[in-house]
């Protein structure tokens, strides 16, 4: 997958540069903290890899995460931590 992207030179002579760059569609990502302690009690393999890192959905305030087994998430207040493959919480 190809994106243009454009920079400008913010310096004493502004030059932009438009150029095409090759933009993975797989970043680098990591489970970290309570998450990961939480992965390793229910076990790896169970709850993946991680398909993005940790983040805050804006509609309800939690902190979630999204693996190849399911979703992590951390309810607002750090009082609830959970996995859900969808059925199973």
Do not use: H, K, W
């Not at 390793?40 to 959905?57: F, H, K, P």
């Not at 607002?76 to 199973?88: H, N, P, R, V």
């Amino acid at each position: 997958m190809y994106r243009t992207i454009a920079s400008l030179d913010l310096g004493s002579a502004p030059v932009p540069a438009v150029g095409s760059v090759e933009v993975s569609s797989q970043l680098p990502c990591a489970i970290v903290g309570g998450f990961a302690y939480l992965r390793d009690a229910i076990g790896a393999q169970t709850v993946g890899v991680c398909l993005e890192n940790e983040r805050v959905n804006l509609e309800n305030g939690n902190t979630e995460q999204r693996t190849s087994g399911g979703l992590l998430l951390r309810r607002t207040g750090g009082a609830i931590t959970a996995f859900t493959d969808g059925l199973t919480t």
